[in-house]
């Protein structure tokens, strides 16, 4: 046997075909880990035992391949008589066979080197992590004995944060991970370890008529001594100056080698008026309730008494600006955008470096459509501190509405590497995922968040929607269930309502609409899913939905007429068009939502409902099927109310 004939069996003994197939299979396996491990929780060392596993597996594949075979009669050991003594190696074959033998060697280098790439990006990090500090600042405790002086602790904490992630030199936990463990149970070492930071900041407050007292304590985690601690007895008035020194404070204590940039920030600092001060720390902390109407309101008329005293006060202007984008969330009440705006607009008129003034400002443009002028906003926060997770969060946004999903995924994969312990990262990843029908990889995302904050109603409501779209009833109704146990907000009960309706229990999912509308009477959805409710219910409760459907397109071109760009609302607005008969106007939204995000699988799905209403089966079923194809789940299609050809669709 020569080795021509030697490779020929090779090949007829499918070893090649084997080889090709357990590499890619190896490949695609590590890049799925590499995204999911992490997101999973799994330790650092997971991806690197799959890695030496598949490199062990390899030799073992290429063997089984030579000595067996799969048949219709199953594995068969093929006949192994090969006379290795009669190969003839004349420099030809010798380099024939030298090819074969580099695949193999090539193969497995590529493992090796993989595995040395992930030791030497742990050693990066490690080396990085060395190289600069890191602290998370914890909410202060109030040891006054009147709970309302709370804000004053948690307030002059955020600021010293703030003023903290100004510093290049230095990383520092976001607030939302930081300040999560707020009146809870927990050591700071478990805290450290889970928010990956060396040191921690904690301290306390006691407030006495115009007397404060502020204690402060900077604590090295590893050793576990306080590298700093300091009690601050002054007057209230004083109380911007304390949170000053105990930034220049921690800084010192970490013998941080400024910049010049950086010891200008924590040295040149604006004099304060110390009531205007005050009045800003209230509204940040109704700023960091739960968003509704009375917070948003309490928020706006302390911000404009910190404005009246200090009509210069530019992070005050910002806090005005993002309680009316807050309150214009929840009402979709038009003269609240116009209040944000100008609210923002004066910020920048009077100091354009401050980092919350662009970040308002971005979510402004991103708010109104200019989705331009809000990535230049955000791109500017970044520059003045690229750890933000309020500007990568709203340019992660303002991606995802300008149907440039790529560029949204990296950023919100870009926040979560750098606040791993941030939800809002994990939030907006999973919206895009939800929104781009890829329900099962939105689902760790969701369940992520609730592991970090388990009492965050929000995102057992987006899992419970998850859920659902992938069929998973009983998971659903247990994730809705607990977000309504948390907060009984307009959203887990409009999602509850849908839930219902999927199942055809109409009066029920009234009942859950009706409290929806309640809470958020200027939401345009919940008047158009009542419509679609007294629709179905048939009889004399058929002809309330014209009225709801109505109202429902009445709010919907309010808010369009702030961002003439928003698909969502688009496709909507062309369902309850064609439910009230207006084909000519449902045809030209349908038409608009279409070519703006073609890849969008509600705009799809939304489509194929209003040409359902439209008595218009062919294009209903072409606009289904592409949301089909785009992920929305087949089991929802054959219980949906709102189609007219879900038979057709499922049986494909």
């Not at 939302?176 to 930071?197: A, C, I, P, Q």
């Not at 496709?571 to 349908?590: K, S």
Request: aromatic residues 10%; hydrophobic residues 45%.
């Amino acid at each position: 046997m020569d080795i021509r004939r030697f490779l020929a069996e090779l090949k007829g003994r499918g070893v090649y075909r084997v080889a090709a197939i357990y590499a890619a299979g190896s490949w695609a396996l590590l890049q799925v880990g590499d995204i999911f491990f992490p997101i999973l929780g799994f330790p650092e060392w997971a991806i690197t035992g799959v890695l030496a596993v598949a490199a062990l597996g390899f030799p073992v594949a290429i063997i089984l391949a030579w000595v067996f075979e799969v048949t219709a009669e199953g594995i068969v050991e093929i006949d192994p008589e090969v006379n290795f003594g009669k190969l003839r190696l004349s420099p030809a074959r010798l380099a024939e066979l030298g090819l074969l033998l580099a695949l193999i060697f090539l193969v497995g280098f590529l493992y090796l080197e993989r595995l040395t790439l992930q030791e030497q990006f742990a050693e990066a990090v490690a080396d990085e992590g060395s190289q600069r500090p890191s602290v998370a600042v914890m909410a202060f405790q109030n040891m006054s004995d009147d709970p309302s002086v709370d804000y004053f602790g948690d307030g002059l904490a955020e600021e010293i944060l703030n003023l903290l992630a100004r510093v290049d030199e230095l990383d520092v936990a976001a607030r939302t991970s930081s300040f999560y463990y707020k009146n809870k149970d927990f050591e700071l070492k478990d805290v450290s370890e889970r928010l990956g930071v060396e040191h921690i900041l904690e301290g306390s407050v006691r407030r006495s008529g115009d007397k404060v007292r502020v204690t402060a304590q900077l604590i090295e985690m590893e050793s576990g001594f306080n590298l700093w601690s300091q009690t601050y007895d002054r007057d209230y008035s004083d109380s911007f100056r304390i949170q000053d020194d105990i930034a220049r404070q921690v800084v010192a204590s970490m013998h941080i080698a400024l910049s010049d940039a950086s010891s200008q920030l924590l040295n040149d600092r604006p004099v304060m008026n110390p009531e205007a001060y005050d009045y800003y720390l209230r509204g940040r902390d109704y700023l960091r309730q739960s968003l509704s109407k009375e917070s948003l309101g309490n928020a706006i008329e302390l911000f404009a008494h910190a404005i009246e005293l200090d009509p210069e006060y530019a992070a005050a202007h910002a806090g005005l600006c993002d309680s009316h984008l807050g309150l214009y969330r929840v009402t979709l009440a038009p003269e609240q955008f116009q209040e944000a705006k100008t609210s923002c607009e004066a910020a920048l008129a009077i100091e354009g470096d401050v980092l919350p003034v662009y970040v308002a400002l971005g979510n402004l443009y991103r708010y109104s459509g200019k989705y331009e002028q809000a990535l230049e906003q955000f791109n500017k926060a970044l520059a003045l501190d690229p750890n933000s997770i309020d500007a990568l969060d709203g340019l992660g946004h303002t991606y995802r509405q300008d149907n440039k999903a790529s560029q949204a995924e990296d950023t919100f994969q870009l926040a979560i590497q750098k606040q791993p312990m941030d939800w809002r990262g994990y939030m907006g990843m999973g919206g895009l995922l939800f929104t781009r029908g890829r329900f099962e990889e939105a689902i760790p995302y969701y369940a992520r968040i609730t592991n970090l904050m388990p009492d965050n109603a929000q995102a057992f409501n987006d899992l419970g929607a998850c859920y659902f779209l992938v069929g998973d009833f009983e998971n659903a109704a247990d994730a809705l269930r607990r977000s309504l146990e948390l907060e009984p907000t307009a959203l887990a009960y409009s999602n509850a309502g849908s839930s219902l309706f999927f199942l055809g229990e109409f009066d029920e999912a009234l009942e859950m609409y009706m409290k929806a509308v309640e809470l958020a009477p200027d939401d345009f959805q919940n008047w158009g899913a009542l419509g679609d409710t007294y629709r179905h219910l048939g009889g004399d409760m058929r002809e309330l939905a014209e009225p709801m459907y109505r109202n429902a397109i009445k709010l919907a071109m309010e808010r369009l007429s702030v961002n003439p760009s928003d698909t969502q609302t688009l496709g909507l607005l062309a369902h309850y068009q064609a439910g009230v008969g207006d084909r000519e106007q449902a045809l030209q939204n349908i038409a608009r939502a279409q070519a703006l995000a073609p890849e969008d699988v509600y705009v799809n799905y939304n489509a194929a409902t209003a040409f359902c209403s439209l008595g218009d089966e062919d294009q209903a079923e072409l606009a289904l099927s592409r949301a089909v194809e785009m992920g929305y789940s087949v089991d929802l299609v054959s219980v949906d109310a709102n189609l007219c050809v879900a038979r057709d669709t499922t049986s494909r």
